[in-house]
């Protein structure tokens, strides 16, 4: 099975099960959305889905805000808290960014996990919850395991439903359809049409590294929807940052380069008995060269040497060539 097959088969899995998940992914893979999906798709669909980001509350807080605490438990407690697993209960409890947990909070959180029982500070009274755990990182927990910063049993815990989000370079075969889904999804929340994008902006939206990954990609989607009055994204639509690294590459708004009358030229390539090796050698000049000569235009550059776009962009990207 592919990438694609895998993540459709685990998060059906997901959504048909009460079991803990554990989603990981680099920032902005979309953790927090496929969290939520999965409770809404899922049985728990009618109860709370309670959201606690843990690399947002500081340690001295963070216990109460999980557990709650009695009247008087600490200096400030003037009342009665509930906590978020308790407002969890009958529902989901999504914790982002599971890994900057502390030592002594896994070993609190474990505690639940084992009993599904928990003791608000400051009291002597236990609350049986019956809430799901869905949590999400952006760290390698494994890693962490082996160094001593996360407890391998907590792991073990989580990881009973496990989905991987990969970023956006690692999903060049799907970008097309990213940016389609993006582009629809930022439209209805604009409550615009769903535009047209052009071919200039495809390329430069295809060529960039996207450190961001889907949230940016949205966010860049969402200035040029509001940007556009034409009914065409181009490039005067998308936000000045982005467009500010490509500046020293043309922007890609020059006009192509003409092609030479003998076509990309003449070049001299050290053979080698190793026959894959010389033809990666010389498949990599020729795209480069393509490329530069279509100032990095893509979808010309596909076409104008017969290959479909996607096929081309892969190994565009599996050769490391980016406008130069």
């Given at each position: 099975?592919?990438?694609?097959?895998?993540?459709?088969?685990?998060?059906?899995?997901?959504?048909?099960?009460?079991?803990?998940?554990?989603?990981?992914?680099?920032?902005?893979?979309?953790?927090?959305?496929?969290?939520?999906?999965?409770?809404?798709?899922?049985?728990r669909r009618d109860g709370p889905f309670v959201v606690v980001n843990l690399?947002?509350?500081?340690?001295?807080?963070?216990?109460?805000?999980?557990?709650?605490?009695?009247?008087?438990?600490?200096?400030?407690?003037?009342?009665?808290?509930?906590?978020?697993?308790?407002?969890?209960?009958?529902?989901?409890?999504?914790?982002?960014?599971?890994?900057?947990?502390?030592?002594?909070?896994?070993?609190?959180?474990?505690?639940?996990?084992?009993?599904?029982?928990?003791?608000?500070?400051?009291?002597?009274?236990?609350?049986?919850?019956?809430?799901?755990?869905?949590a999400a990182t952006h760290r390698n927990l494994q890693k962490a395991v082996?160094?001593?910063?996360?407890?391998?049993?907590?792991?073990?815990?989580?990881?009973?439903?496990?989905?991987?989000?990969?970023?956006?370079?690692?999903?060049?075969?799907?970008?097309?359809?990213?940016?389609?889904?993006?582009?629809?999804?930022?439209?209805?929340?604009?409550?615009?049409?769903?535009?047209?994008?052009?071919?200039?902006?495809?390329?430069?939206?295809?060529?960039?590294?996207?450190?961001?990954?889907?949230?940016?990609?949205?966010?860049?989607?969402?200035c040029a929807v509001l940007s556009s009055s034409n009914g065409v994204i181009?490039?005067?639509?998308?936000?000045?940052?982005?467009?500010?690294?490509?500046?020293?590459?043309?922007?890609?708004?020059?006009?192509?380069?003409?092609?030479?009358?003998?076509?990309?030229?003449?070049?001299?390539?050290?053979?080698?008995?190793?026959?894959?090796?010389?033809?990666?050698?010389?498949?990599?000049?020729?795209?480069?060269?393509?490329?530069?000569?279509?100032?990095?235009?893509?979808?010309?550059?596909?076409?104008?040497?017969?290959?479909?776009?996607?096929?081309?962009?892969?190994?565009?990207?599996?050769?490391?060539?980016?406008?130069?």
């Amino acid at each position: 099975m592919n990438h694609s097959q895998i993540f459709l088969k685990q998060l059906s899995i997901a959504i048909e099960s009460n079991s803990h998940v554990l989603i990981t992914g680099q920032t902005g893979t979309g953790k927090s959305s496929l969290a939520r999906q999965i409770h809404e798709e899922g049985k728990r669909r009618d109860g709370p889905f309670v959201v606690v980001n843990l690399a947002t509350l500081h340690e001295g807080t963070l216990e109460s805000e999980l557990f709650g605490h009695e009247r008087g438990a600490f200096t400030g407690a003037e009342k009665k808290r509930s906590g978020r697993l308790e407002m969890a209960h009958g529902g989901t409890l999504f914790l982002d960014e599971v890994g900057e947990l502390s030592l002594r909070m896994q070993a609190r959180l474990l505690e639940f996990f084992q009993s599904r029982r928990m003791t608000p500070l400051g009291s002597n009274r236990e609350i049986g919850v019956d809430a799901r755990v869905i949590a999400a990182t952006h760290r390698n927990l494994q890693k962490a395991v082996s160094l001593g910063e996360f407890r391998e049993d907590l792991f073990f815990r989580l990881r009973v439903i496990s989905i991987a989000l990969k970023s956006i370079k690692e999903r060049s075969d799907e970008f097309d359809a990213l940016v389609h889904t993006c582009l629809t999804d930022v439209s209805a929340q604009l409550g615009r049409p769903i535009l047209r994008i052009s071919e200039e902006v495809a390329d430069a939206l295809e060529m960039y590294d996207w450190p961001g990954n889907i949230r940016e990609l949205k966010n860049v989607l969402e200035c040029a929807v509001l940007s556009s009055s034409n009914g065409v994204i181009t490039f005067d639509d998308l936000p000045i940052w982005f467009l500010e690294p490509e500046s020293k590459n043309e922007r890609l708004l020059g006009p192509a380069s003409q092609i030479l009358p003998e076509g990309l030229g003449v070049v001299e390539l050290p053979l080698s008995f190793d026959f894959q090796e010389t033809l990666e050698r010389f498949q990599k000049e020729y795209f480069s060269r393509a490329l530069r000569l279509n100032h990095g235009r893509i979808s010309r550059t596909a076409r104008q040497i017969g290959l479909n776009k996607t096929t081309f962009l892969r190994r565009v990207r599996a050769y490391g060539l980016g406008l130069s």
